[in-house]
């Protein structure tokens, strides 16, 4: 809108001449701007002045005009500034980004009955479950010792220290491997007054491989304040007692190191729900017992007696909110609380809800029984790790089963038995369902075991057979025809001959090399040579020979009657 002019003229006394009254409206602006002229008594002058007004008016009030609409859009601006209140920048909330660590791992619950169940990608409850312990054992391979046991000991305790500094808690890491007379010497490790190659001058009867094993753990709780506790019976304790028993030790040896008489764990382990939780689990499995092994469980009554009471100083010195880490062996927990082991020592003290045991990469997977005692809380594979010593995912087994739509009663009797004894693989149980889909070779896989166990280790194994018979034939009627000439189709019967011969030995010569996969063991495999040697016994030495009545040829008589005819 622009501004309007308005040229007022009034009387304010009847004798004066009139006043001049400038009134500039300017838009959305309240204010007035008014000038008086007084003229004097001359009209002459008056009339002069007022036409020198009139001009100065027009003249200055484009000016007033365009200073009024600078004043006006300053005003504006600064009446927004003060009433209006000032509305708060509100930036995007900054995303809370949780990172979940990811183990790469394979995990089974072993407390399911049945098979141990495997636990999907979301693994929140197993940590949850970590959590909530004070007591978490970590059993790695004793027998055959594992360098993947060391990797996922160090995985699991670093998402242990995550979730332990956003709860505030302490955290600390129990090693069986370093006896409890280096602690002194770990103390120094974790202050930085020694480095790695100062301790490891302490534990010079370690092999270097074992060393670099250990190396990353410990640099990893130096690095992030994770407290390390030597558990370890001191070496000259327990060579003794594997030597001479508890009674080889001295007195105040045996007052720290064995536990007092009628604690149940002195005599050996013959609690009768054990045993048979044991038996269960390791039906074949003889357990001499002689002055050695009687000796050797002494010896691991004094280790598991001596770690059981590091632990329980460990826990009540850390607090109520602190949470234990112990690496061990796995025959050391075992069926936990309720086995015989470090956790069923302490179970009195520690409540078993407050331990968990975790076995890291077991040689076989077992199936629980109504009433049996779980081996474990979980079983920890890791991902790498392939499927040699009987370590498959047996929900990936099931998972191929339904995927085929068979059952496992349609299977051949020695894949039966081998899912049994834990040797199947998923990949191979693939391998068997794809043959499946050619009628030829299904029916040779399910008729022949010779033929599915080659196919099932070499699915190309048909075609390596196909490739050496046409050559051979191809080669042996080239050779029969250059040989024969114009008489080759007059001696036809001999070319027939020659070739069958040459497809007999070459394939026995593809057969008898080809890998071959077995799920039967030499036991098994008795009654099948049984009945090749009873074959064999049934058939007489000549084509004239006859069976005496009431007597029966076998094959040791007839290798006899071979025998003498050679002459050896």
């Known amino acids: 809108m622009k501004p309007h002019i308005h040229i007022i003229t009034s009387n304010f006394n009847p004798s004066s001449p009139p006043h001049l009254l400038i009134r500039c409206r300017l838009p959305s602006f309240t204010r007035l701007l008014t000038l008086s002229l007084h003229p004097h008594d001359n009209p002459h002058d008056a009339r002069r002045r007022s036409s020198a007004v009139s001009r100065r008016a027009v003249l200055l009030t484009p000016f007033l005009a365009a200073a009024g609409t600078l004043l006006l859009q300053q005003s504006q601006s600064l009446a927004e500034e003060i009433t209006l209140p000032s509305s708060p920048v509100t930036s995007p909330p900054p995303k809370v980004v949780v990172e979940e660590a990811l183990v790469s791992a394979r995990i089974y619950d072993a407390t399911a009955i049945g098979e141990p169940l495997a636990v999907g990608k979301d693994k929140s409850k197993v940590w949850e479950k970590l959590m909530n312990a004070r007591i978490v054992y970590l059993g790695e391979a004793e027998q055959v010792p594992i360098r993947d046991d060391k990797e996922l000991e160090l995985e ?71 407290r390390l506790v030597a558990c370890g019976t001191p070496l000259k304790i327990l060579r003794t007692a594997q030597a001479e028993g508890i009674r080889g030790l001295s007195k105040a040896e045996r007052k720290a190191y064995s536990p007092p008489a009628g604690s ?97 990469n077991p040689e ?165 040579m049984d009945a090749i040697k009873g074959l064999l016994g049934s058939i007489p030495d000549n084509a004239f020979q006859k069976n005496l009545a009431g007597k029966d040829w076998n094959i040791s008589h007839s290798s006899k009657n071979l025998q003498s005819r050679i002459g050896f």
Request: charged fraction near 25%; include cysteine.
């Open 264 to 360: 149940g764990f002195i005599s050996g382990f013959s609690s009768i729900s054990r045993r048979s939780s044991m038996e269960n689990h390791f039906p074949t499995q003889s357990i001499p017992f002689g002055p050695s092994s009687y000796l050797s469980a002494q010896a691991r009554v004094v280790d598991e007696y001596n770690m059981s009471q590091i632990i329980l100083k460990e826990v009540s010195d850390g607090g109520a909110t602190s949470l234990l880490v112990v690496v061990t062996g796995a025959n050391h927990v075992q069926f936990g609380s309720r086995g015989t082991g470090v956790p069923a020592r302490i179970s009195k003290k520690i409540q078993k809800k407050n331990q968990v045991a975790i076995l890291l």
């Open 156 to 226: 699991i305790v670093k998402n242990l220290k995550k979730r332990c500094v956003e709860n505030q808690r302490p955290l600390a890491l129990a090693l069986e491997a370093f006896p409890s007379d280096l602690q002194n010497q770990l103390d120094q490790f974790m202050a930085k007054r020694i480095d790695g190659e100062g301790l490891k001058s302490y534990v010079s009867h370690w092999s270097a491989q074992r060393w670099q094993e250990y190396e990353p753990i410990l640099n990893y709780c130096r690095d992030n304040e994770v």
């Open 364 to 528: 076989r997977q077992y199936i629980r029984r109504e009433g049996d005692v779980p081996v474990a809380d979980f079983l920890w594979y890791s991902a790498a790790r392939p499927c040699s010593r009987n370590c498959f995912d047996r929900a990936e087994i099931a998972r191929v089963m339904n995927a085929a739509g068979r059952q496992r009663d349609a299977l051949p009797q020695d894949l039966q038995k081998g899912l049994d004894l834990g040797l199947v693989s998923p990949e191979v149980l693939q391998n068997f369902f794809d043959l499946e889909q050619y009628p030829l070779i299904s029916e040779l896989t399910h008729r022949f075991q010779g033929f599915r166990e080659r196919l099932l280790a070499d699915p190309k194994f048909l075609h390596r057979l196909a490739i050496e018979e046409a050559i051979s034939i191809t080669t042996t009627l080239l050779a029969q025809y250059e040989r024969r000439k114009e008489n080759f189709f007059e001696e036809l019967d001999y070319v027939i001959t020659d070739t069958a011969r040459g497809i007999v030995v070459d394939f026995f010569t593809v057969w008898l090399p080809a890998p071959t996969i077995s799920f039967l063991s030499n036991a098994d495999g008795a009654d099948n």
